[in-house]
């Protein structure tokens, strides 16, 4: 066990980098990966300022590859220079691939710290909280939880999840019984065709949550340009409408405006107002090179708040994009999925 660094006490928020590394990715969900790419990709993170890491035994082998990478760079990045996110609870595709038993709780936490070669967790989240039952969730999981930050094996404890409305319930329940989240990880709820957190966002502040995370700023890989996996669960009328924007971003590329869909979204997504993290996943350093100077030029343009590119023409592709997706502002698709 470790004691609760003096630098961050258990009562404040740590101080998060904007930009988190989201490594989900790292299991080959969205393409192959090698480890060595999960290597240079978390020491460009690191050495670029972000200083959280995001996984969880849900994503497949990302644990085991992400512990590794920081074992391979603890001489160039001490434990105590980031932040590691994981979850538990969640461990399958379907409701009954979840544990949110006390028991399930002090065991995932056990197994996470070894494939993460750690003493301790910076922030353990309730993963995807709305597949179980929230009585259980509040009466058993989270104190579970807080005991382990009292014991400074956690630091933060927090839950994730997307239905808003779910976070919510969970979030003012606690702040009722006087032991506040903190925090909360919400995805795919603020990017290109959905603006819902920012609604959220005041109701998470008044139940008492420190730290909102916004996640996944293309939408699980909807917005990114390229097809669409096969398993995203929008509606195939908002998958058309993506697909829409994508001919009008190629049509743009042939008329000499050089800006891709996932740019926009990034841009958009990461002028989320009251978001204090955007959480993004990234396999290469490439791509965690794109998700910082998208986050730099985001702070500037404040497209989430009415402003604009400066540039005409991308400002016209940018017009085109939004139209076609405003339609879909307040859709989200079910979760749990009825197949779950």
Known sequence: MVSVSAADPPDRPLPLSKVALGCGVFSGAYGPVEQSDVLATVRKALSSGI????TSPYYGNSEDRLGQALKDLADEFPRSSYYICTKLGRYGYRKTDFDYSAKRVYDSINESMRRLNTSYLDIVLCHDVEFVDTLQVVNETLPSLFELKRAG??????????????LLEIAQIQHKRGRPLDICLSYCNFNLHCQLLEEYVPKLRAAGVATIISASPLSMGLLNQDVTPEWHPAKAELKAAVAQCSAVVRQSLETGVSISLAEMAEHFSFSCPGADVHLVGAKTEDQVRRALDAYCQATSLNLATGGSYTDPDIQNVYRQITSILTPFARYTWPSPPADA
Not at 51 to 54: E, G, K, T
């Open 51 to 54: 200083n959280m890491v995001d």
């Open 153 to 166: 094996v956690v630091r933060r404890v927090g839950v994730s999840g997307y239905p808003l409305e779910t």
